[in-house]
């Protein structure tokens, strides 16, 4: 069977706190690499583009949040923990096989939106993606839990779905999911008010492309509101009467630091939609 999974894991504390130092990362990495070597040689794995991230056949590995459960741990027990879940990890890759992947009606239901960066084109072609505003495409996941997959594009036909289709169930599924999310309110120096979404669940900055969740944001901070989303974790917002250029230079510094980037682009939200704000919108405020 042929395995496409790109594999996370689920969150199990704050991403900024996790992932830490970038040399800390690709030292971590090289410490899971040699007990790949040893224990899984058959794997092939080696480093990934990402510091987060190890290759192997079957897609890639994100040890974000491993090092986040582990990196507290002394040495000795390091070894063991990290050696506990990768052997559950790989023992779930490929659980969704061509069988079950065929399955429309199971298989909606773990559906999910997330934005990217641009670069996902090239660095994986055969994934479903879809513009969604300038500096961002939508690609689509199936949620397993521990596991994640992305959506690839030969995945349709056997579903005898399309792209739209995945979209607005994707899109369905995540903004049932986020009635519950918390919008925060909070004053802004220099006058105004903002919300920062910081949910730890991965899906923070795909909330900028459900509809209901637009309503929420607007009723809580009045229209139009302006947004960004510098990376995977992350979407801040912020009324208009709010000093725009702070704002809009926090999201150019979290998206050159944080991980898993998305886009340095300022988005302009009201009751049409989403789109990237204007030169006049950014230099009037």
Known sequence: MRRRALVGMAALMPIRTAFGQSADMRSFRRQVLGILDQKYPQLRAKAGKEDSLIEIDAGAIDLTNLYGK???????????????????????????????????????????????????????????????????????????????????????????????????????????????????????????????????????????VLPRFHGRLLEALGEPIFAGIPNRDFLVAWSADAPFAAFADRVVKDFGRQPYPITATIFRVDRAGVRPATGEERGAR
């Not at 090239?122 to 996941?141: E, K």
């Not at 397993?144 to 056997?158: F, H, N, S, T």
């Open 70 to 208: 582990v990196r507290q741990l002394p040495a000795g027990r390091q070894q063991a923990a990290i050696v506990d879940y990768v052997d559950r990890l790989l023992e779930r890759v490929g659980q969704a096989d061509d069988a079950s992947r065929a399955s429309w009606a199971e298989m909606s239901k773990l559906l999910r939106p997330r934005l990217v960066s641009p670069d996902m084109r090239s660095t994986a072609p055969s994934v479903l993606l879809r513009p969604f505003a300038t500096g961002a495409l939508n690609a689509y996941l199936l949620d397993y839990g521990r596991q994640v997959e992305y959506v690839q594009r030969d995945m349709l036909a056997p579903w005898n779905a399309d792209g739209q289709r995945v979209h607005d169930t994707a899109v369905a599924n995540l903004d049932a999911l986020s009635e519950d999310v918390e919008i925060e309110l909070r004053e802004a120096r220099g006058g105004g008010r903002f919300t920062a979404i910081d949910t730890d669940d991965n899906y923070d900055a795909a909330r900028l």
